[in-house]
């Protein structure tokens, strides 16, 4: 259930694990699953009820680690529980835990491709590559790998590759990445009809998604139809409380680059880069910000988001 990363089946690991608890309040691992539950609920699916399912998950996540401070998965739960938009995804504190967790159980699928999805979220991208390929050979059921890869690819502009994997991602799982991706991609290839075609089909299905509708706006702004990317950057701008929205601020920067806001751009870049999404190489070369690469403003930021780039370099390439 927690391999497909659904709403449904996060629903179901729930109900079972919150089960498996109350027969057993020793069970460490069943206490650090039940906080990844939490977690993953919380971050992807309801984010409105964050804060009284990141206390759940918070009390889930202590009680494994006081029953077995070497139980790997209470290392994972721990990781994930930091990385999170209240906590403004602290990075280091994250990798910590999953490369923690990884020293006691290299075989943790889960922690290695969460452990990936934190390189991509930081620009590390051939370390995510790794670290996703590794997960997946261990547990090959889970989608996460594969969103992984898919995402390091776009990332590093290997856009060919990249949409051989979101066409291969089943529909269901990380829905809302996948299609927005796929779409993101086809826009990055030039192929504007296919990438708008692909999104008006997700969201007639999922109308509300802040993830495709950041990616609307920018093909509305590439379209020239800037006062229609004005209209749909206005109706998210304010749900930073959903999990990946550091991935939609980038959108709304990629869109107001295309608009001709350098001001709008730059705040929305910072945005994205301080609550989640410092993607050093992607910023670098992505061809929707080629409109400030002359403002001394956007070099300042660059530089500030390299320098942090270079530090995560260091502590990801430490031996465990």
Known sequence: ??????????QAAIATMENAVALDRSF??????????????????????QKSLEEKAYVAVEQAIALDPDESMAHFARGRLLWTPSNRFPHEAAIREYRRALTLNPNLAEARAQLALTYNHIGLLDKALDEARASADINPVDALPRVVM???????GKYDRALNVWSSNPPDAYS?????????????????????????EFLAQ??????????????LAASGKHSEAE????????????????????????????????????????????????CYPLFERDPNLESL????????????IKQNWERYSKLASEKM
């Open 28 to 49: 460490a691992a069943g206490q650090a699953l039940l906080g990844l539950a939490y977690v993953e609920r919380f971050f992807t699916f309801v984010p409105q009820q």
């Open 150 to 156: 898919g995402q390091a690819l776009l990332y590093a």
């Open 206 to 219: 999922y109308p509300g998604d802040v993830g495709g509708l950041g990616v609307r706006a920018v093909l």
């Open 231 to 278: 209209a749909v950057i206005k109706s998210i701008a304010g749900q930073k409380g959903f999990g990946h929205f550091h991935h939609t601020a980038y959108n709304i920067a990629c869109a107001y680059a295309r608009m001709g806001k350098t001001d709008a751009t730059l705040q929305w870049l910072r945005e994205a880069a301080e609550s989640g999404f410092p």
């Open 293 to 304: 690469r002359s403002d001394p403003r956007w070099s300042s930021l660059m530089a500030e």
């Open 1 to 10: 259930m927690y391999g497909r990363h659904s709403n449904a089946d996060n």
């Open 176 to 200: 809302s990445v996948t299609a927005s991706h796929m779409a993101w991609t086809l826009f990055q290839m030039g192929r504007k009809e296919e990438a708008a075609a692909k999104l008006s």
